[in-house]
């Protein structure tokens, strides 16, 4: 499979979880896929697009997806909540 599929999935899924994580006032995780926080593992948040990937660079740039749409999603939910 293409990454026209894979890639926005993971983006999007990891920017559901920073805005998740902003919501409830946790700490902004700088490396949500890196293992040093409790939660769920890399196989767990994207696992099923890690197993569509056709290579290891296809899988690579999942996971990076991942991390970046976390980070907007972090950010862009804290800077709605800031006063105005």
């Known amino acids: 499979m293409d990454t026209a599929y894979i890639v926005p999935a993971a ?16 700490e902004k995780n ?15 948040l994207l696992g099923d697009l890690i197993a569509l990937a056709e290579n290891d660079e296809h899988a690579d740039e999942v996971c990076l997806a991942y991390e ?17």
């Open 11 to 26: 983006l999007m899924r990891g920017y559901a979880r920073g805005d998740n994580d902003a919501l409830t006032l946790a």
């Open 30 to 44: 700088h490396s949500p896929l890196s293992g040093e926080w409790a939660g769920e593992s890399m196989t767990e």
């Open 68 to 84: 970046r749409g976390y980070s907007a999603g972090y950010d862009h939910r804290t800077s709605r909540m800031l006063p105005q």
